[in-house]
């Protein structure tokens, strides 16, 4: 990745205390307008300057060799554009001061919480501004967000974008920078300011940066015999009618004569950013914007891969924590992943581990060693103490921490570092809502109410988005007598039903499966299908008739096939560490390969979180981050649906494919 030069394109002349034109001729020389001006007897650069109202360093700059003096009738020139410009430049105006309120556009996957969490506010204040919240959360809704004004040079506000802004114009009403803008937004760019996102901004922090503009200075050459307009243009790379242009006084070169060449040089001013207008922002930013955000957030890293494994292996313990083999477990895969891949990369891969003991003691003196702050990603383990410092130490040292192992963390809110691989479950919930809305728009929802009043969350979610969407649905409570004759008193001819079971329990499943599927062998005129649980996975092996008779829709973070990809990997496994990994859900070993292959291919190629470039599909699941909104951090929202078919097939989909 390329570092980022903080230089601009476009000068402020804030060394110009003139107004806005001189009062002198001007000359069309290339491009540009130039004025001119020439030198009386016994003139100097300050009389000039005072003469024409202007700092002397401006002359200096274009007219380099006034330094040493000027001489009568030599020409001095100054760009028409830079004191344009000075007419152009705005007069002050007043940081803009947030509002009391922020309105919050509520993203697929939010709640209540999240959201109060992610704006520092109470739930009951977000509620108490919001009453319509008592009947939902609802993706497209705008939320009031009672956030208070806040002032001063250290505070933090919201704004939310407003048709036709620009960060570039964000940053100039609230007099910061686009490097502070990227810092504290990393999910934003300039192109893709979306109207009604919110970002998050602390006022009045502005900075000397080093300003760089291509001019030309005019440098004067002592014509000697044989010189032509042509020889000289040619020897300086010039054209001849830019020679002509900045000379237009001299017809014909002779022996002995002065003449002007302009030669193109760079001019470098420190300038702070509060003086530049809204355009020259842009001008300094549009064409470096990666640039600057990797400067911001990938701050020396080099063209490696460096990655970063802290988690508590146990190596000095004979009896090993069920974790810490678990831990075992994922790295092997992840070492198979790096045999893999490895010797086709054209980047340079390091890949550091160390074992933390489960002591945050090791772990903290491990976050000290200076080679940590070279890492590209760290992979963190699930014990609490552990991941947090880790977290904090890459949320101060720009460094992405990947949470691998901790379903119901919620640090991607507080932390812009954090990645987390299992998708939360506000977010996994709400993209079954989706896909209901989508895919089975034309389908009644059956809810199966469980006797025993278990159910999940998401099956109150579900129930309750279509009370509110108006989906068709109903709800029937399953007892013993459940059967297909039963069942098939409320289906209409020719309708399509999706049955939604209350809970994942085995228990539950036979006691409505016989019924769905005697019905869905008399009702041929109606399409019948289930909604499956996580916890069905587990059952498959068991229930794999029963759920393809049934045209059953598992959704689930992980799932692995049982198909020759999946096998090849596990007989690797036994033939180069003796031993099959453990039954467990998901595989640590085949999770370790996924996320060791993801990782590798991501950086070997420069894709980065929230590209729409797949980096490499998962065995056992995919990875698509994406940060919940402009300053969180990143969840992975990969959501496989596994549908067991009455073909006798098992067709595996990503809903972010």
């Known amino acids: 990745m390329k570092k980022f030069l903080a230089l601009a394109i476009l000068?402020?002349?804030?060394?110009?205390?003139?107004?806005?034109?001189?009062?002198?001729?001007?000359?069309?020389?290339?491009?540009?307008?130039?004025?001119?001006?020439e030198v009386k007897k016994n003139e100097t650069v300050q009389d000039i300057a005072n003469k024409i109202g202007v700092n002397s360093d401006i002359i200096l700059k274009y007219n380099p060799s006034a330094r040493n003096g000027v001489a009568k009738k030599q020409l001095l020139f100054l760009p028409v554009s830079d004191f344009d410009k000075i007419a152009k430049q705005p007069s002050d105006k007043k940081n803009m001061i947030a509002d009391d309120v922020v309105t919050h556009t509520v993203k697929s996957g939010?709640?209540?919480?999240?959201?109060?969490?992610?704006?520092?506010?109470?739930?009951?204040?977000?509620?108490?501004?919001?009453?319509?919240?008592?009947?939902?959360?609802?993706?497209?809704?705008?939320?009031?967000?009672?956030?208070?004004?806040?002032?001063?040079?250290?505070?933090?506000?919201?704004?939310?974008?407003?048709?036709?802004?620009?960060?570039?114009?964000?940053?100039?009403?609230?007099?910061?920078?686009?490097?502070?803008?990227?810092?504290?937004?990393?999910?934003?760019a300039s192109t893709n300011l979306q109207i009604d996102d919110v970002v998050m901004i602390q006022p009045n922090?502005?900075?000397?940066?080093?300003?760089?503009?291509?001019?030309?200075?005019?440098?004067?050459?002592?014509?000697?015999?044989?010189?032509?307009?042509?020889?000289?243009?040619?020897?300086?790379?010039?054209?001849?009618?830019?020679?002509?242009?900045?000379?237009?006084?001299?017809?014909?070169?002779k022996k002995g004569k002065t003449i002007y060449i302009p030669r193109d040089a760079i001019d470098k001013q420190v300038v702070n950013t509060s003086t530049m207008t809204e355009e020259q922002l842009e001008n300094s930013y549009k064409d470096k914007f990666d640039e600057v955000y990797n400067d911001v957030h990938l701050p020396n890293k080099d063209n490696s891969i460096c990655i970063t494994i802290l988690l508590p292996f146990q190596t000095d313990m004979k009896n090993k924590s069920k974790n810490a083999k678990?831990?075992?477990?994922?790295?092997?895969?992840?070492?198979?992943?790096?045999?893999?891949?490895?010797?086709?990369?054209?980047?340079?891969?390091?890949?550091?581990?160390?074992?933390?003991?489960?002591?945050?003691g090791i772990t903290d003196s491990l976050l000290a060693l200076p080679e940590l702050k070279k890492s590209d990603i760290i992979i963190a383990p699930s014990e609490s103490d552990e991941l947090q410092h880790i977290l904090a130490f890459g949320q101060k040292n720009n460094i992405d921490v990947l949470n691998c192992f901790v379903a119901q963390s919620e640090d991607y809110i507080s932390n812009q570092r954090s990645m987390q691989v299992h998708i939360p479950t506000p977010y996994l919930n709400a993209s079954i809502i989706e896909m209901l809305r989508t895919k089975y728009q034309n389908y009644e929802l059956v809810f199966l109410d469980d006797p025993s009043g278990t159910s999940k969350?998401?099956?109150?979610?579900?129930?309750?988005?279509?009370?509110?969407?108006?989906?068709?649905?109903?709800?029937?409570?399953?007892?013993?007598?459940?059967?297909?004759?039963?069942?098939?008193?409320?289906?209409?001819?020719a309708s399509k039903y999706l049955f939604i079971p209350a809970n994942g329990k085995e228990a539950f499943i036979n006691k409505f499966a016989p019924g769905i599927i005697e019905a869905k062998a008399t009702r041929v005129d109606c399409r019948l299908e289930l909604l499956g649980h996580p916890e069905y996975t587990m059952y498959i092996k068991k229930h794999?008739?029963?759920?393809?008779?049934?045209?059953?829709?598992?959704?689930?973070?992980?799932?692995?096939?049982?198909?020759?990809?999946?096998?090849?990997?596990?007989?690797?496994?036994?033939?180069?560490?003796?031993?099959?990994?453990?039954?467990?859900?998901?595989?640590?070993?085949?999770?370790?390969?996924?996320?060791?292959?993801?990782?590798?291919?991501?950086?070997?190629?420069?894709?980065?979180?929230?590209?729409?470039?797949?980096?490499?599909?998962?065995?056992?699941?995919?990875?698509?981050?994406?940060?919940?909104?402009?300053?969180?951090?990143?969840?992975?929202?990969?959501?496989?649906?596994?549908?067991?078919?009455?073909?006798?097939?098992?067709?595996?989909?990503?809903?972010?494919?």
């Open 110 to 188: 939010e709640s209540v919480y999240g959201i109060s969490r992610t704006y520092g506010v109470t739930e009951s204040d977000l509620l108490a501004a919001n009453p319509s919240l008592a009947y939902g959360l609802k993706t497209g809704e705008q939320l009031i967000i009672p956030v208070k004004p806040l002032t001063g040079s250290s505070k933090i506000v919201y704004h939310t974008i407003k048709s036709g802004e620009t960060l570039y114009g964000i940053a100039k009403s609230y007099n910061t920078t686009i490097e502070k803008l990227i810092e504290l937004n990393p999910g934003i």
């Open 205 to 253: 922090t502005t900075k000397d940066i080093i300003v760089q503009k291509d001019i030309k200075q005019f440098v004067p050459y002592v014509v000697t015999a044989g010189d032509t307009y042509e020889s000289v243009a040619a020897a300086n790379g010039i054209s001849v009618k830019i020679l002509k242009d900045a000379n237009p006084e001299v017809s014909k070169l």
């Open 326 to 360: 678990d831990y075992d477990e994922f790295f092997n895969g992840f070492k198979m992943a790096l045999d893999s891949v490895g010797g086709k990369l054209t980047k340079p891969l390091n890949v550091v581990v160390y074992d933390t003991r489960l002591s945050i």
């Open 544 to 657: 794999k008739d029963e759920f393809m008779a049934m045209d059953t829709h598992i959704y689930s973070r992980f799932f692995l096939p049982d198909n020759a990809q999946a096998k090849a990997l596990n007989n690797r496994y036994i033939k180069q560490f003796g031993g099959k990994p453990s039954n467990s859900t998901p595989n640590m070993s085949v999770f370790g390969f996924d996320l060791g292959m993801f990782l590798v291919n991501a950086y070997a190629n420069d894709i980065t979180p929230g590209d729409k470039a797949s980096a490499y599909e998962g065995i056992q699941t995919n990875f698509f981050f994406e940060r919940a909104n402009n300053w969180t951090g990143y969840i992975n929202k990969s959501v496989r649906i596994i549908n067991l078919t009455p073909n006798k097939d098992i067709k595996i989909i990503d809903l972010n494919d």
């Open 11 to 37: 000068l402020v002349a804030a060394t110009c205390t003139l107004s806005a034109k001189l009062n002198l001729p001007i000359k069309r020389i290339g491009n540009d307008s130039y004025y001119y001006y």
């Open 457 to 493: 969350e998401i099956y109150e979610e579900i129930k309750k988005y279509a009370n509110v969407s108006k989906h068709l649905h109903k709800t029937l409570t399953i007892n013993n007598d459940f059967t297909g004759k039963t069942l098939s008193r409320y289906l209409d001819p």
